[in-house]
């Protein structure tokens, strides 16, 4: 089991930035898959962005080209930079773990993943 600890959430004005981190505590190697989720109030869990072992980033289009994903594996951290931030970017973000994803499209599934951090509040205002 992997303990996963978000920092860096906050309020931010619309187009402006933030930097969130996502620290994993395990007695093994750094996660194969961290990926970042977030939900806003009355809707599901989307997926936001994920990054493999090797450094392999995935997104989801709502978020490409603003948001930056990166880790650290030394650190077992993994960073979600945000830009150009809008206030449909508001809601609770996590990050996840995963080791075993039987495809590409598993990364996207909230289900498929293993362990999750307790999130951070983002909030975006217009």
């Known amino acids: 089991q992997v303990q996963l600890i978000e920092s860096g959430g906050g309020l931010v004005q619309a187009g402006g930035s933030l930097r969130l981190s996502c620290a994993a505590s395990s007695r093994t190697e750094s996660p194969y898959f961290v990926g970042w989720f977030r939900q806003a109030p009355g809707e599901e869990r989307e997926f936001v962005a994920g990054i493999t072992w090797r450094g392999t980033l995935y997104y989801a289009d709502s978020v490409r080209g603003r948001f930056t994903l990166s880790r650290d594996n030394a650190k077992r951290t993994v960073f979600l930079q945000m830009n150009s931030l809008k206030p449909e970017d508001t809601a609770i973000y996590y990050c996840?773990?995963?080791?075993?994803?039987?495809?590409?499209?598993?990364?996207?599934?909230?289900?498929?993943?293993?362990?999750w951090g307790q999130g951070t509040q983002v909030t975006v205002s217009s």
């Open positions: 996840a773990a995963g080791e075993v994803f039987n495809s590409e499209a598993a990364y996207y599934r909230a289900q498929e993943y293993d362990d």
